[in-house]
């Protein structure tokens, strides 16, 4: 969700109106799963996909009308049989999505979207966004999302749902996937979609190779963070698609950046002894991935230096060096491809950990 609330709050605050896509239901084989959304613009500028083909672009579609009428709609896709070899969609299955217009001037949904953006480094965060499902509600509703956080003193709610059926929302954190469910009267129903901290790329070393591994990443849905402490290298001009650039010492790394379980390391600077510097620090955190640029060589030479300081030799596995999977990689822009392919894999390993 990171990269969509990011988007998000920084159309809204640029007073942009936008229409949110999400896919509410899916059966069968489809391109994207439960939960997938995108960001529609007035001009028809998509940030993000929903699958492609056919169907996204009747989504596009659908969207310019949603833009004007300021009132959510819901699109049904049966693509099954024919239906299927007549569109780009090879999958098939059977897809709602539902179109929620979001305006600056909807107050209470900027709060909502501004809180979860609050959540993205908040350390075993346990939140749940919920969405009023509907045809024909207005933008300016103000009762149509609530923010439910579980804290210490009990379950904090950002905002209100009107009417429908009494919520259990202890139930509601047990989610683990987005989930549609009924609410009340015929046609109305919630989208509950679990917020979790956001996984987060912090990139030590502002040269070359991460120029390219910052846009890539972003991409995909991590944050980005560059850490350098050169401020001719580690610059917004370099980095126009990171979401934080922080110009510090590379001997204390670790100072002003909270790891969290969905934290990824990539520690990628000019030389031995800011890798050795910054890995020592990583193996006393207990983030997502650890990742270290250099060859075999390199690795060993660090390690041994970290041995003799008292590591084990089984903290030093859990660093994924050289970083990236082996694919053949020599330039830069291949290694970032390799090093996010790495990220995408462990990320996807988690989080199935987590759902078992």
Known sequence: MESFISDLNRLLAAGQKVVVARIIYQKGSAPRSVGTRCIILENG???????????????????????????????????????????????????????????????????????????????????????????????????????????????????????????????????????LKPFGAAGVSIFVEPVRAADVLYIFGAGHISTFLSPLAKRVGFGVVVIDDRAD??????????????????????????VTPTSYIAIITRGHIHDHAVLKEALKKKPAYIGMVGSRRKRE???????????????????????????????????????VAELIQERNRLRKKENA
């Open 45 to 179: 500028v998509i940030l993000g996909t929903i699958g492609g083909g056919a169907l996204e672009y009747e989504v596009i579609e659908k969207a310019r009308e949603v833009h004007k009428t300021g009132r959510s709609a819901t699109l049904h896709f049966r693509l099954t049989g024919e239906e299927v070899a007549e569109t780009d969609m090879l999958c098939g299955g059977i897809v709602d999505v539902y179109l929620e217009p979001v305006f600056p001037e909807n107050q209470a949904a900027g709060d909502i979207f501004r809180s979860i953006r609050a959540l993205a480094t908040a350390e075993n965060v346990k939140a749940a966004l919920l969405t009023l499902i509907a045809d024909g509600i207005a933008h300016d509703r103000p009762d149509r999302h609530a923010l439910i956080i579980r804290e210490a003193s009990g379950v904090r709610v950002v905002g209100q749902i009107a009417g429908g059926d009494p919520i259990d929302l202890e139930k509601l954190f047990e989610l683990e996937l987005p989930q």
């Open 301 to 339: 030479v660090i390690y041994q230096a970290l041995m003799k300081a008292g590591v084990s030799k089984e903290t030093l596995q859990r660093v994924h060096s050289p970083i990236g999977l082996s694919i053949g990689a020599e330039t830069p822009e291949e290694i970032a491809v390799s090093i």
């Open 233 to 258: 290298f580690a610059n917004q001009k370099r980095f126009p698609d990171a979401d934080e650039i922080r110009v510090m010492p590379l001997s204390q790394p670790f100072d002003r950046i909270v």
